[in-house]
């Protein structure tokens, strides 16, 4: 088990458990989170017979990077786990800070047509010591410091629930990363039930809902998931979370050519989210060989935006990274398993 799974809290139960004084959960988060120990052997303020009992009960490193592709403003890793499995994640330099898209899982189940990510389906739930270890791993390598985090790369985040729970907390803690919880934005694609469960997670962390469709029949053909939970059901269980939680919610809409990005579909969207507290965020298309889709055309996407903006939805086009590297979510990792 990796030691970066434990919250504080686990961690004091631990030490509890084996008659060791509580307060080394503190000084053991310090060692791990501040200091950066890759041995326990390092944590010189916890006694020996302490250090090799957590040697044995724990592990300190479980992931590596094996492939950095670098552009301006960004870098994309491919990390190898220990079940020689590969998930990515993508660095972002932006004028407020270094914000990491991470990965939550091994592929994804959701199936979306348009994504990368889903292409190679679900082999497993990262552990929350896996996702930890993404944003120390990349700290290490590019010498900043994290200052957003976005849950947003391979997977779906509400498939793997207790575990980015876990995630949040302990990237939050003072002692841990010490993240800002409005710094951190958990993105899914719409697992109603999940939704409405995190409308109690008492931390003022961002929901984004991949949406990419403005009605029920064009959702399904390009999203799986909303067999299960129509857009009735969705908007119903995130009016539901804003009643509860008083933050805005993102919803994400990928711009794909000539599928959801006409002037009909501006319309119906206005309409869908009018008088609910949200922004969309319009985002150009990552095209890949593997897929059929392309993306919009500048104007188009253009015309979208002015759509919205008249009709007062909050809107932004998402800035572009990476044009130069493997841009498209799990295209790196696809890379490396067609090899």
């Known amino acids: 088990m990796s030691i970066y799974d434990l919250t504080i809290d686990e961690l004091t139960e631990y030490f509890l458990k084996i008659d060791e004084k509580k307060y080394y959960a503190t000084e053991l988060f310090s060692w791990l989170y501040n200091k950066r120990i890759t041995s326990f052997d390092e944590a010189t303020n916890i006694k020996k017979e302490v250090r090799e ?76 010591g896996e996702m930890v270890e993404q944003i120390l791993k990349v700290e290490d390598e590019s010498n900043l410091r994290i200052s957003h985090v976005v849950i947003m790369g391979i997977g779906e985040p509400f498939d793997n629930y207790d575990n980015i729970c876990n995630f949040i907390r302990i990237i939050n803690h003072p002692k841990g990363l010490n993240i800002g919880a409005r710094h951190i934005t958990v993105s899914t694609c719409g697992l109603v039930p999940k939704i409405l469960e995190f409308a109690n997670f008492p931390y003022q962390v961002n929901l984004a809902i991949s949406l990419h469709a403005p009605n029920d029949k064009l959702r399904k053909e390009i999203m799986p998931i909303a067999k299960v939970y129509p857009l009735k059901d969705l908007i119903n269980a995130i009016k539901v979370y804003l009643e509860k939680t008083n933050r805005r919610v993102t919803f994400e809409y990928i711009m794909l050519d000539g599928v959801n990005d006409k002037e009909e579909h501006a319309l119906e969207l206005v309409n869908l989210l009018k008088g609910i507290n949200s922004y969309v965020n319009l985002i150009p298309y990552n095209e890949t060989d593997a897929l059929q889709y392309k993306r919009s055309k500048p104007l188009t996407i253009a015309k979208f935006y002015d759509i919205l903006k008249k009709n007062n939805i909050t809107v932004t086009i998402r800035r572009e990274f990476g044009g130069t590297i493997s841009a498209a979510c799990g295209q790196l990792r696809s890379k490396k398993e067609d090899i």
């Open 53 to 128: 009992k957590l040697s044995k009960d724990f592990t300190i490193s479980n992931i590596e990077i094996v492939t950095v592709e670098k552009a301006k403003d960004v870098r994309k890793y491919l990390f190898k786990l220990n079940d020689k499995e590969h998930v990515e994640a993508v660095l972002m330099n932006h004028d407020y800070g270094n914000s990491l898209c991470i990965s939550s899982q091994v592929g994804c189940n959701m199936g979306c047509k348009f994504c990368e990510s889903g292409r190679r389906k679900k082999v497993r739930n990262l552990t929350t």
